[in-house]
């Protein structure tokens, strides 16, 4: 079945303790992305990765980082999570980098910061 | 820039009946694609539909057909035959093609269609 996972679905955690949250897409998708929901702010792009080695930022990337060091897979990584990073976290994947074809997203990740 | 437009904040629709969500959207890319996402109160994002702007018929997936108006800009989802379980929030989205811009590397969301399916 293809589908994009992200682990772990809800996570909570406190300040500054580093954490990793996993997507791994198994359709061979070319473009991968990581995005934030929050509530009256919508959805909004952390981060995105065109192909294997290359990653850019979005518009609110300041406190994370990812690396896509192979196709199938693209972590996010809170190095030092805070409070304000408490959101909804989506991974999303599609076949080419230039914007055209279906983008699908994973189930989200549930993340508290306490 | 990339804009989507979604004028219904809620919709309520009987059982059985037919829906129709609307979104307009504005772009200056000369393609572009088009998205609908559902998204249940249990949070994930669930992709239903893909409209690509040279597409020439409108998309549809079994109960789910886009209405695509290039012309007005239009985007609308139509549900058929509405069920309790397609309560939920209906996002459109569109992706540009311009890497240059930037229009390419990210979905430009709506603020949301809440669709409450009635017994």
């Known amino acids: 079945e293809a589908q994009v996972t992200q682990n772990p679905r809800y996570l909570i955690t406190v300040t500054g303790k580093k954490l990793t949250v996993t997507c791994s897409q198994n359709?061979?998708?070319?473009?991968m992305s990581w995005y934030r929901q929050d509530p009256g702010l919508g959805l909004r792009q952390i981060y995105y990765s065109m192909n294997v080695e290359v990653t850019d930022k979005g518009d609110v990337p300041e406190g994370y980082k990812v690396s896509r060091k192979e196709k199938r897979n693209f972590p996010l990584i809170l190095e030092s999570p805070s409070p304000n990073q408490t959101s909804l976290y989506f991974c999303?994947?599609?076949?080419?980098?230039?914007?055209?074809?279906?983008?699908?997203f994973g189930e989200g990740s549930r993340l508290t910061v306490l | 820039a990339q804009k989507i437009t979604q004028t219904q904040p809620g919709m309520f629709v009987q059982e059985k009946e037919a829906v129709t969500l609307d979104c307009t959207y504005d772009t200056s890319d000369p393609s572009y694609g088009l998205f609908w996402y559902k998204q249940p109160s249990s949070g994930e994002m669930i992709f239903l539909i893909y409209q690509g702007s040279y597409d020439q018929q409108n998309a549809t997936e079994g109960r789910y057909s886009l209405n695509f108006q290039k012309a007005r800009k239009s985007a609308n989802l139509v549900i058929s035959a509405s069920q309790l379980g397609d309560s939920a929030m209906y996002f459109c989205?569109?992706?540009?093609?311009?890497?240059?811009?930037?229009?390419?590397?990210?979905?430009?969301f709506g603020s949301g269609t809440q669709l409450t399916v009635l017994p």
């Open positions: 989205a569109m992706r540009g093609s311009s890497i240059s811009s930037g229009s390419a590397r990210q979905l430009t």
């Open positions: 999303a994947s599609s076949l080419g980098s230039g914007g055209i074809g279906e983008l699908f």
């Open positions: 359709m061979n998708h070319e473009y």
